[in-house]
Structure formats: C-alpha cells, structure tokens
C-alpha cells in the first residue's frame, strides 16, 4: 500500500522560514504529481503548490507565490516545501497529496493523503 508521511512542521515567529517534506512509500507504484494543501479551522482544505514528477512543473495558489516554494527529489519518492515570509495565516495543517498509480492495483490513478503536520506562526 501507498503511504505518504510528511514531516517538519513546527511553530515558527512570522517573518520566518519552516521546510516540509513528504515521502512516498510502498512497493510497484509511480507518481504523477504531487502537492501541498492546507487547512486551517473553520476552512475548507485550500491548494497550496503542485509538482508534475516527470516534468518538474510547478504552480502555486496566487497567495503563495515569491513565499513557498515546491520542489522534488525523484530518487527519494520526496516532494518537499520551503515556505518563507511566513504570516500568521498561513498557520494550518499542512497536507501532502499524491496523484500515483499503485500497479497492484491496476492502471488507473489515484488520490493519496498524508496524514497532516501542523504549521503555527506566531505574530
């Protein structure tokens, strides 16, 4: 089975910098993209950043961009975070998501999630 576990998150002072990275694991599976949403209480989960896992292409939400940056590591299944500049309402939970295709299972693509790590930054 697919799992996606991220990590590094943590509370950090508005203005700073935080890193999360999300790996992939299983057995007989290939990536298509991936990405980061968020969601904080009270909201629905939002977009943050994707990555295509053949091309390297990126996008963000319009609030995000010139603050966070996507980016990959092919060899490690990784797909990581670097979020700057950081505001008090960027705090969220963080989820990674995973369009991948799990071979044991067939063909067809499928959606997987991690299970979150939260994001708080202090003013």
């Known amino acids: 089975q697919v799992r996606l576990v991220e990590s590094g998150g943590g509370l950090v002072q508005a203005g700073g910098s935080l890193s999360l990275s999300c790996a992939a694991s299983g057995s007989f599976f290939a990536i298509n993209n991936m990405g980061w949403f968020r969601q904080s209480p009270g909201k629905e989960r939002e977009f943050v950043a994707g990555?295509?896992?053949?091309?390297?292409?990126?996008s963000y939400a319009d609030t995000m961009k010139g603050r966070f940056t996507i980016s990959k590591d092919n060899a490690k299944n990784t797909v990581y975070l670097q979020m700057n500049s950081l505001k008090p309402e960027d705090t969220a939970v963080y989820y990674c998501?995973?369009?991948?295709?799990?071979?044991?299972?067939?063909?067809?693509?499928?959606?997987?999630w991690g299970q979150g790590t939260q994001v708080t930054v202090s003013s």
């Open positions: 998501k995973g369009k991948i295709r799990d071979f044991r299972l067939g063909i067809n693509l499928y959606d997987y």
């Open positions: 990555i295509t896992w053949s091309g390297g292409t990126t």
